[in-house]
């Protein structure tokens, strides 16, 4: 008979035994959870704008040696 040892499993139940566990569905988590994903949106955003940017002069710029 083949046996599974999952770490991870363990680790979880370990955890909820030692109370550490908590659940994040309250409104100010919630509200908190939204803040952050909106916020790293825009820093997404940003990125993809600098690294477009970057690639573009990149493109144009002559390499002499």
Do not use: C, F, W
Not at 1 to 11: A, D, G, P
Not at 13 to 29: A, F, I, R, T
Not at 41 to 65: F, G, P
């Amino acid at each position: 008979m083949i046996k599974t040892l999952s770490k991870t499993s363990q680790i979880k139940d370990k955890l909820k035994m030692d109370g550490k566990v908590s659940y994040l569905d309250k409104p100010e988590h919630l509200h908190a959870i939204i803040a952050m994903n909106e916020e790293m949106e825009s820093v997404r955003r940003e990125y993809h704008i600098k690294d477009r940017n970057s690639q573009n002069s990149a493109s144009h710029m002559i390499l002499t040696a």
